[in-house]
């Protein structure tokens, strides 16, 4: 999701096909009032992927992001106004082909449900959801996706699971309020990677306080990780210890760097001692062993060059420059 001011068009329009560059294959942008939504006809013409409209309180700005030809829309029908301004909502989705994606955060369920549940529980959530999914039915709207979104692990969980047991409606997953990078990271690899595990999410985003892109590049690493979807180089790298006698934090972040807006899909190990060094670097497609004042480079097992190491960090760069050369020229025949 941007975190750009949607109304400046120019801006956004950057962040999105930055996103877009690193990975992002659908985009959501919030459209707070009338500006914002008036904005929308030029986003969504020079936009590389999809939009989707994050829409609360005002019904009418649904309606104009529809209009607009948005391909997608996410709203929470409890805070969008009466029965009759939601209906209006789903029947002009309806009309321009937009689905609707009912999005139920923890601290956004009924008061009515609260109290029944005693709380923002999974099983209140769930029942905030189906409450909403037959409203948008009964208007014989069927283009429906759902989300269920806490910032607990456990509960974010058991909602979806228990939602999978009540609807065949695709699932878009997150850990919402996540936190800052790290926490957030960390909080979203367990809670998405136990969902995608167990074949539940068809959609996804990773919340992170800061910059979107951050966002993309965890979510891609959930993905490789599970081995579900690959992005970009896999990159190995030895968590240092006291045999490590090179710059292997500063080298590995200089070959992240790198690397970070390549597609292509390989593996580059970057190993700081003689015990799993070798057999790391040997094994990837392009690796270096580093140790005592020198680092030596492997290439599909073979070795390729050997560096001094005072020169570590810019002769393993090189060396994956022209890696990358060649595989791309290998690509283009």
């Not at 590389?48 to 700005?61: K, M, Q, W």
């Amino acid at each position: 999701m941007t975190n750009t001011d949607s109304r400046n068009v120019q801006a956004t329009l950057s962040q999105i096909h930055s996103l877009a560059q690193a990975g992002c294959e659908i985009v959501r942008l919030a459209v707070p009032d009338r500006t914002a939504a008036q904005a929308l006809p030029e986003l969504i013409a020079a936009s590389p992927v999809p939009l989707v409209a994050d829409i609360h309180f005002d019904h009418r700005l649904a309606l104009a992001a529809a209009e607009a030809g948005i391909h997608g829309l996410r709203i929470n029908p409890g805070n969008i106004g009466s029965r009759e301004r939601i209906n209006r909502v789903v029947d002009t989705a309806k009309a321009n082909s937009v689905p609707i994606r009912i999005g139920v955060n923890s601290g956004s369920v009924e008061k009515a449900l609260l109290r029944r549940f005693n709380g923002p529980t999974p099983q209140a959530m769930v029942e905030s959801a189906l409450r909403h999914v037959r409203i948008l039915e009964r208007r014989g709207f069927e283009r429906i996706k759902v989300s269920l979104k806490s910032s607990s692990v456990p509960d974010t969980v058991r909602a979806y699971r228990l939602l999978a047991e009540r609807t065949d409606y695709p699932l878009h997953i997150g850990i919402t309020e996540a936190g800052t990078l790290l926490r957030g990271g960390v909080k979203s690899g367990v809670g998405l990677g136990i969902l995608l595990w167990e074949g539940l999410g068809d959609t996804m985003r990773v919340s992170l306080t800061g910059d979107p892109l951050n966002e993309v590049l965890v979510a891609w690493e959930i993905l490789r990780s599970l081995d579900l979807r690959h992005r970009g180089p896999v990159i190995i790298s030895c968590p240092t210890c006291g045999r490590t006698e090179i710059d292997l934090e500063g080298l590995a972040r200089a070959v992240e760097t790198r690397l970070m807006e390549v597609p292509d899909v390989f593996t580059v190990a970057v190993m700081g001692c003689e015990v799993n060094g070798p057999g790391e670097a040997r094994e990837a497609d392009i690796g270096l062993a580093g140790g005592r004042n020198r680092g030596v480079v492997f290439r599909k097992g073979r070795v390729v060059r050997k560096i001094a190491g005072n020169d570590l960090v810019a002769g393993f760069l090189e060396e994956l420059d022209r890696f990358l050369d060649e595989q791309r020229n290998q690509a283009e025949r």
